[in-house]
């Protein structure tokens, strides 16, 4: 299986420049033709679960472009708020999974928390996994004595650290920052 995370994989959603089929300024098309193989079964994870509508919309336009482009497709399936089964093993059935992420919008802010770490702030000494926090909120970056750091699961947290957040959610000793 392999995955692929893409917002707009038929070209820029604002039309700004014609795209007739899948956009190579990203090189998706040419990653699809390394990976991709024949008679695959797609699946496509939708960014906007409610929005049945237009995942359907999605769904066809891509599977018509992919084909259009050369691609052979067995099956191509969306997983929204109508899909009742989310097991390991009908994930792992697929050949290519797409994720859908919701569009960039350039002349949106990005909202980022920073959290300074003190010897006693409640993270200070814990695990990232084990951290309780949001499924909303996501950790983006470690600053660590000048150096920046890629956080993951296994991380632990130490005093000092600028802790990088995205959430909405409001967290103690937390400042708003506007990129």
């Known amino acids: 299986m392999i995955l692929f995370l893409t917002s707009s994989p038929t070209g820029p959603l604002d039309n700004s420049r014609y795209v007739d089929g ?4 990203n090189y998706l098309i040419d990653n699809f033709r390394k990976y991709w193989k024949s008679n695959a079964k797609c699946l496509y994870i939708t960014a906007m679960p409610d929005n049945y509508a237009l995942n359907d919309e999605i769904r066809f336009g891509m599977k018509e472009t992919w084909e259009k482009d050369g691609f ?11 899909t009742t089964d ?7 059935s697929y050949d290519v999974i797409i994720l859908g992420a919701e569009p960039y919008d350039e002349k949106e802010t ?8 003190k010897n006693k702030h409640p993270w200070n000494n814990k695990c990232i996994k084990n951290l309780d ?3 909303n909120s996501v950790i983006v970056l470690v600053k660590r004595k000048n150096k920046a750091l890629i956080p993951n699961g296994n ?15 409001i967290l103690e000793d937390m400042n708003n920052i506007e990129i």
């Open 86 to 92: 989310f097991s390991k093993e009908t994930l792992h």
């Open 110 to 117: 990005i909202n980022l928390k920073e959290i300074v770490v």
């Open 133 to 135: 926090i949001s499924r």
């Open 72 to 82: 052979s497709i067995c099956t191509f399936d969306i997983w929204d708020n109508r």
């Open 155 to 169: 991380m632990f947290i130490c005093e000092g650290d600028r802790i990088y957040i995205y959430t909405k959610t």
């Open 22 to 25: 899948i956009d190579d300024k």
